[in-house]
Structure formats: C-alpha cells, structure tokens
C-alpha cells in the first residue's frame, strides 16, 4: 500500500513568486489536509479537502489556495510568497472526514 | 476555539529513565486527543490517541498517555527512554472527529543522553 507523497521534497523561491505543491493521498483516502509548520512550531492547519470541495479551512490568507482532483491527490498553491511562508508544508490524507489522517514527509519551502 | 499548551519545549533525559511530556488542551467540546512523533525531516506519525472510553491509552514504541478530565490534560509517558525516542513530540486535539483539521501544541524536543 503505498502511502502519502508530497512533492517536490525541497524548493527555493523567491519572494513574490508563486508556488505549487503536490500531495497524492493513500490509497482509497477521499480526504486531504494541509498544514503549515514553521520551524520551531507546531503543524497550522491550513485547509482540508473531501471529495473535491473545500472542507474547513485555518487562518490563513486567501492568497492560499487549493485543489483537489477526482483521483483524490491534492495541490497547494501559495501566491505572492512571504519570507514567513517559509516552513514545512504537510500534507495528511484521511479515509473520510472522521478518520485518522496519515501524514507524507512533507515539503521544504524557502523563501529568499 | 481548541488549543494544546505543551510544557517545556526541550526535555533531556537518561536512557533507561522515565519520560514524561506534558500536554493540557482547552476544548469547548469533548476533545479527540493526539500525540504524534516527528523525526528529523520526516512527516508526523501517530503514536496514540484518545476518543472515547478507556482513560489511558497504549500507543507504539512503549508509550502511553492518560486523559484526565478534570485536569485538562493527556501527558505522554514511556517508562524506560530508548536512544531511538530523540525525537519532537507533538500534542493535538480535534473536535469530535478523529484524527482530522488537527490544533497542534508548540511541540516538544526530546533529548536521549546515554
């Protein structure tokens, strides 16, 4: 069974830009949940995704966005990047709403 | 609104010893509580949890943590620290659901000497 893989693994922008990133959930999982972890800090949720519609979402800008396809993997956009939004991004797929959620190894984002 | 305070953010302790992290939530409802493990650059992974039911709870790697009502808590315990538990632990909670739009605490290092 393969599990949550995000990707890229590490990527450096530059402030301002826009970034993409990727997250296919496990096998069967409908729900996707993306945090954002600063160093130093616990996971902030960010916003959760179940069968394609938003599901909830933290206290961030809209300048954070999301996507989720009909096979279930996931993006997260970030536009006008800040200094501050460098951190770690995870990803987390669940079976539904209700479930557990198993996270992937997230991805390293800096900006410069 | 939920949120998990995690007292101390950098714990040191002996192999062999007892660890012991400390958690308290607020929670305006009856919480689903949390502790996962992060190792250097990987994800988070579950350790144990709490939603109904048995007060303590048995979780992987020997841990095992206690939700006491009354005391807003779930401190996480291990008896005897293994070198393989450095790692950062994290306490979370959720409302109702299990395991899904987690609140997360500040997080705890765990330091093994030998």
């Known amino acids: 069974e393969t599990g949550v893989t995000q990707s890229p693994t590490h990527l450096i922008k530059t402030r301002g830009q826009q970034v993409t990133l990727r997250c296919s959930s496990q096998?069967?999982?409908?729900?996707v949940s993306w945090y954002q972890q600063a160093l130093g800090q616990g996971p902030q949720f960010i916003f959760q995704y179940y069968r394609e519609e938003e599901n909830g979402r933290g206290n961030f800008p809209p300048r954070f966005s999301g996507l989720q396809f009909p096979n279930y993997s996931s993006e997260l956009n970030v536009n006008a990047l800040e200094l501050d939004d460098s951190a770690l991004y995870l990803c987390?797929?669940?079976?539904?709403?209700?479930?557990?959620?198993?996270f992937g190894q997230g991805t390293r984002l800096t900006v410069v | 609104a939920q949120s998990v305070t995690q007292l101390g953010s950098h714990v040191s302790v002996s192999e062999g010893a007892l660890v012991l992290l400390r958690c308290n939530y607020s929670s305006s409802v009856p919480p689903y509580l949390f502790w996962y493990v992060q190792y250097p650059n990987q994800g988070l992974q579950l350790l144990l949890k709490?939603?109904?039911?048995?007060?303590l709870v048995k979780g992987i790697n020997g841990f095992e943590a206690e939700f006491k009502k009354s005391e807003t808590s779930f401190h996480l315990t291990k008896p005897s620290a293994h070198m393989s538990d450095a790692a950062e632990y994290f306490c979370?909670?959720?409302?109702?659901?299990?395991?899904?739009?987690?609140?997360f605490g500040g997080g705890t290092r765990v330091l093994v000497k030998p």
């Open positions: 979370a909670v959720t409302r109702g659901a299990a395991g899904n739009k987690l609140t």
């Open positions: 987390a797929s669940s079976l539904d709403t209700g479930q557990e959620a198993f």
């Open positions: 096998s069967g999982h409908n729900t």
């Open positions: 709490y939603t109904t039911g048995a007060t």
